[in-house]
């Protein structure tokens, strides 16, 4: 299957402190897409890197893709309490008509 | 604010009733889609329109009814649902759908739907 898989299922890390997230894939994708989606909310987007690419930041956000491996990895710097969800990585591959999502990591950032 | 609006946030609901989830978005883009999230299982794709038309059916049982009347608003008819059915159903919106297309997805903030 194309799912996605997220690595770790849960962290837990103090504030100020750096989160990493990982996901890993089973075929060739067009591109990858990480989503966070808070407690009782909707996904929403936060980046989305190209099969082409290999780094990409937004903000506090840095996402790296490795396609001879098949995993992407989600940093978020300097973490903040607001940061605590559920993040998703997705993809879309190549010859699909949709995104399939991982089972998500739960973050939790404690003050 | 979302662009993607769902109604109700929260329906329970008895196996043998009718119900129907309404999705709206204000952002012009021309695909929908449906989605179930069931606790500690992924996020799983049930239906997807492309311009009015469906284009994906990802084997949802016919107990679950989409209508697309046009680009902006999505329903997802309910009959005679099954305990197993209670989730979190969520729909999503992208410029158009298609692998390779780019997309970012803009999610509403869900139904919460218990069966009882």
């Known amino acids: 299957s194309q799912q996605g898989e997220e690595d770790p299922q849960a962290l837990s890390i103090q504030e100020g402190e750096n989160a990493t997230m990982n996901c890993s894939y089973k075929t060739s994708i067009n591109n990858l897409q990480w989503y966070r989606q808070n407690s009782g909310r909707g996904l929403v987007h936060l980046i989305l890197?190209?099969?082409?690419?290999r780094e990409k930041h937004s903000g506090r956000l840095r996402v790296t893709l490795d396609t001879s491996k098949k995993s992407s990895s989600l940093l978020i710097t300097a973490s903040r309490a607001a940061d605590t969800a559920s993040y998703f990585c997705a993809t879309d591959a190549l010859w699909a008509q949709k995104l399939v999502f991982g089972q998500g990591t739960r973050l939790t950032i404690n003050p | 604010e979302t662009g993607v609006t769902q109604t109700p946030r929260h329906l329970v609901m008895g196996m043998t009733n009718k119900k129907s989830l309404k999705c709206e978005q204000h952002?012009?883009?021309?695909?929908m889609y449906w989605y179930k999230q069931s606790a500690k299982k992924p996020l799983e794709l049930m239906f997807v329109y492309n311009f009015k038309e469906q284009t994906e059916n990802n084997s949802v049982p016919s107990r679950f009814s989409p209508e697309c009347p046009n680009s902006s608003h999505l329903f997802l008819h309910l009959h005679t649902l099954q305990p197993e059915d209670s989730a979190l159903y969520l729909c999503?919106?992208?410029?158009?759908?298609?692998?390779?297309?780019?997309?970012?997805?803009?999610f509403g903030d869900g139904t919460r739907l218990s069966i009882l």
């Open positions: 999503a919106s992208s410029q158009e759908s298609g692998g390779g297309s780019n997309q970012p997805q803009h």
């Open positions: 890197i190209r099969s082409n690419e």
């Open positions: 952002l012009g883009h021309n695909a």
